[in-house]
């Protein structure tokens, strides 16, 4: 328990370290090209990219993890050794910890470019890290735009992503094999290259207050199909949910970018991730609330029954937050922009 305690804290970091500036970094590079329009453009290749290596990354990890498939692979190129489930088991954390050094050398090898930066009235000097948390939360404050659309995304990443982190327990109850969770993961994955293509289209034809009400559209028919549990049908109200999820980051990135100051960028976009990391907690105490009331409410007999009879909560839950709270913000979301 304590080591998994200790890297939970520690992954928390690494994410907190990496919010928001590698993003801020890399807008910025198209800034000083002159092009930031181009920036739906880069996030659609870059899904496409990430989603390709998420799909190779859960095939190899699937299979890594496997030990008669190493073995197999070991016997072809004429190793003798037998290796244990129990050995193989650690392959995927290896390969994990390898890919981390990789990306290591990539982030060391970037260079922040020389652009104009608006300090927006204030002196130039370095803030302390809570000095700048401060002074974005009120800029945000006078910033409705940007506000807006960080509160429309944490109520509809708080719910999607809860859902998601239940991946393994609903395709159990949707009747697929444990063997297949990789594979499945796998195309689940690919999703974001779908994603990217619609965040794209939808950006380029519609205003931001219509792409935000299609996203919540296609979040409430993914949790309303993933509701029923089709046995095995119910796979692709899932990968509908994975699509919105996509469609979210796209759509957060493209119109926060675009409404925040360079100087304030970075931080701007790891508040955003703070606060949707926020409501994800709020969201999954509440989870834990409604199962832990179906079980005193003797309403079910096993767990998995209780996941089940838990699932209908969320697409009531996620119409009435995110459509209210779509209805009372989306004339704010909108700077004479699309």
């Known amino acids: 328990f304590w080591f998994f305690l200790i890297n939970r804290v520690l992954s928390g970091c690494a994410e907190a370290l990496a919010s928001g500036a590698d993003e801020a970094l890399a807008y910025d590079s198209v800034v000083a090209a002159d092009d930031e329009k181009r920036w739906p453009e880069v996030l659609k290749r870059m899904m496409a990219w990430q989603s390709g290596a998420f799909f190779f990354a859960m095939l190899v990890g699937g299979a890594a993890f496997d030990a008669d498939c190493i073995n197999r692979v070991a016997g072809w190129l004429g190793s003798s050794y037998t290796f244990a489930q ?11 910890f390898i890919t981390g050094c990789m990306a290591l050398v990539v982030s060391l ?18 803030l302390s890290s809570w000095s700048e948390l401060k002074s ?7 910033h409705k735009v940007v506000l807006s ?16 982190t239940l991946g393994s327990e609903y395709l159990r109850l949707i009747q697929y094999p444990e063997f297949m969770f990789g594979v499945l993961g796998a195309f689940t994955s690919g999703m974001g ?13 519609c205003s931001r207050p219509m792409n935000l009400l299609i996203l919540g559209m296609v979040g409430l028919a993914g949790l309303t199909g993933v509701a029923f549990a089709i046995p095995y049908w119910g796979y692709g109200f899932w990968m509908l949910l994975m699509i919105g999820f996509g469609m979210l980051n796209f759509f957060m990135s493209t119109y926060i970018n675009a409404e925040t100051s360079s100087k304030r960028r970075a931080t701007v976009l790891s508040v955003k991730s703070l606060a949707f990391n926020i409501g994800y907690g709020v969201v999954g105490l509440l989870y834990a609330g409604w199962n832990a009331w179906l079980d005193m409410a003797e309403t079910t007999d096993v767990d998995q029954d ?33």
């Open 86 to 96: 129990s050995e193989t088991v650690r392959f995927p954390i290896i390969l994990t």
């Open 109 to 126: 090898c970037m260079r922040e470019p020389q652009v104009h930066i608006d300090t927006e009235g204030e002196s130039d000097g370095e």
């Open 136 to 142: 974005v939360f009120h800029w945000l404050l006078q």
């Open 149 to 164: 659309l960080i509160i429309i995304g944490l109520l509809y990443d708080s719910t999607i992503r809860m859902m998601v």
């Open 193 to 205: 290259w779908i994603a990217g293509m619609c965040g794209k289209k939808l950006s380029d034809t």
């Open 306 to 338: 209780t996941f089940a009879a838990g699932l209908p909560a969320f697409p009531v839950f996620f119409a009435v937050t995110y459509f209210l709270g779509w209805m009372i913000l989306r004339n704010r979301f909108s700077a004479n922009a699309k």
